[in-house]
């Protein structure tokens, strides 16, 4: 990704270039997933995903601190940006513990995890192309808003399932112990883009 440009600069795709990272950090975690036996090799494409938003981000703060007119209050891109490159960081926090833990084999809970993380950036996607147009769009971003805070409770319930299901039936303590935080970071990443959807909802409010 090359360094961004400081004339003519479309802040709001901004946006989109960082989800659609996130994006990528989370369909690269469900490849490695995807015939049960984790994939170590994809795992260490998700940090370089994360390495590349990483960039994308402080390239962005330099674009922001020349700025002299932004479409809306620079504190409101700088932390969208930012909270964007939270779900990045959580999705590479969720490759480094398989890794570290030596996670072999996905159960199905994780597998409910990262499909619903992949689902969540691609609302969120959608959600920063429509931005920049939010004021003739509200209606259509609201419902994009509205998904990902639903796919957030189903997190949240997954979360539920995944604990009682782990100390019901599991006896090993090193299991616990490995899949106890998987999941929990796991939920995390959730989180994340539905603090990415709330943020935007003020912006629309506060700018409406």
């Known amino acids: 990704m090359g360094k961004l440009s400081r004339k003519h600069v479309d802040y709001f795709d901004m946006f989109e270039k960082g989800i659609s990272i996130s994006h990528a950090a989370a369909i690269k975690l469900q490849t490695s997933?995807?015939?049960g036996v984790i994939d170590k090799a994809e795992l260490k494409q998700v940090k370089?995903?994360?390495?590349e938003g990483d960039r994308h981000f402080h390239e962005s703060l330099q674009v922001i601190d020349d700025a002299f007119i932004t479409p809306i209050d620079r504190t409101d891109i700088v932390n969208i940006l930012r909270s964007i490159e939270n779900i990045t960081d959580s999705i590479e926090k969720i490759a480094d513990h398989i890794y570290m833990m030596r996670i072999d084999n996905a159960n199905e809970h994780m597998r409910k995890f990262?499909?619903?993380s992949v689902e969540s950036c691609q609302r969120l996607?959608?959600?920063m192309i429509g931005l920049k147009?939010?004021?003739k769009n509200r209606k259509a971003l609201m419902d994009i808003i509205i998904e990902?805070?639903?796919l957030e409770e189903e997190g949240d319930r997954i979360y539920t399932e995944s604990m009682r299901d782990l100390f019901e039936h599991e006896t090993n303590a090193i299991t616990i112990i490995k899949n106890k935080e998987l999941y929990q970071l796991s939920e995390?990443?959730?989180d994340c883009c539905e603090d990415v959807a709330d943020m935007v909802e003020?912006?629309?409010?506060?700018n409406s």
């Open 33 to 35: 997933f995807s015939d």
């Open 48 to 51: 370089d995903l994360e390495h």
């Open 114 to 116: 990262v499909d619903l």
């Open 125 to 127: 996607h959608d959600l």
């Open 133 to 135: 147009g939010f004021k």
């Open 148 to 150: 990902v805070n639903r």
């Open 188 to 190: 995390m990443a959730i």
């Open 202 to 206: 003020r912006v629309m409010i506060y």
